[in-house]
């Protein structure tokens, strides 16, 4: 029972899920500071965000598997449909019935929220498809950093502060985007890693375009707008407390060198796994420091 389950557990990528968890995290504590938590929203933004990118990660794996632009020989972590631990047809179903469940999900938020959050939900499972499917696959077309920054950052923390509070203010929105740059991080590594293969399926992300040297550039600057970000929560006066979230900021900044220097497998999972460590510690992190400093 266990083995027949091990592929799709693998298939959810769990390295990814900080990617849905942080950003409910953040805004949450967010709206703590404002005095207009509501845990129960809370939980059903998590569970919309965590299906959201479970579904995400099952379609690009079905697409990427059918199109060839995944192979038993890429140096990530191996993708169940390419290497034929489920079927396509199996992830096809998959795919559509956690998208379809988040968008039902989804539709629980519309008596706090109203109905525009009814136009962000069909956004949201429409993008998550097209990222690797449709007829111009935003990963294909050097579009993948934008849905991620924009769906995962902006969206994400948006959404999930103005349920609870009503409204939205500048600070949730650089906060918003801070997390989304941090996130797209983890696509950035992936990209760097698999440069070449992309490049053999006509698979073109901006590192294709633009170079390994700029994904660097991209993972740093990506950085240091967050440690911007964070000075200016700090100097808006959400407490000293703060200025702890820049620990794991510093700490990414070292991980480019790190990055250049990968070659291996391991040495990329590596990378991989200090990406998705400094999101889960910076929304942590930052996350406790504004609720202390409004307890």
Request: with cysteine; hydrophobic share 55%; aromatic share 10%.
């Amino acid at each position: 029972m266990i083995a027949h389950f091990q592929p799709w557990l693998l298939a959810t990528r769990p390295k990814t899920l900080p990617a849905a968890i942080a950003p409910v995290l953040v805004a949450s504590a967010m709206a703590w500071a404002h005095g207009g938590y509501q845990p129960l929203l809370a939980l059903v933004c998590l569970l919309f965000a965590l299906l959201i990118q479970i579904g995400t990660n099952f379609a690009n794996d079905y697409l990427d598997g059918i199109k060839g632009a995944d192979t038993p020989q890429r140096l990530g972590p191996q993708r169940a449909v390419a290497t034929g631990l489920i079927s396509a047809a199996k992830m096809r179903r998959a795919s559509i019935g956690v998208l379809v469940l988040a968008f039902c999900l989804g539709l629980s938020l519309i008596p706090a929220g109203g109905w525009g959050l009814l136009v962000v939900g069909v956004l949201s499972v429409l993008c998550a498809w097209a990222y690797t499917g449709g007829p111009y696959p935003l990963a294909y077309n050097g579009l993948g950093d934008l849905f991620v920054v924009l769906f995962f950052g902006l969206v994400a923390v948006g959404c999930t502060f103005y349920v609870q509070v009503g409204t939205v203010y500048m600070e949730v929105c650089l906060l918003g985007l801070a997390l989304g740059l941090l996130i797209n991080n983890l696509l950035v590594v992936n990209n760097y890693r698999d440069v070449d293969e992309d490049r053999r399926h006509a698979k073109c992300t901006l590192v294709v375009s633009l170079g390994r040297p700029w994904a660097l550039a991209q993972y740093a600057i990506s950085s240091l707008i967050a440690l911007g970000v964070t000075f200016y929560l700090w100097w808006i006066a959400y407490g000293d407390w703060v200025l702890l979230a820049c620990g794991p900021l510093f700490y990414s900044l070292l991980q480019v060198n790190r990055l250049r220097c990968a070659v291996t497998a391991d040495e990329f999972n590596g990378c991989l796994k200090s990406a998705a460590l400094v999101v889960v510690g910076y929304a942590l992190i930052l996350s406790l420091a504004i609720v202390g400093s409004n307890l």
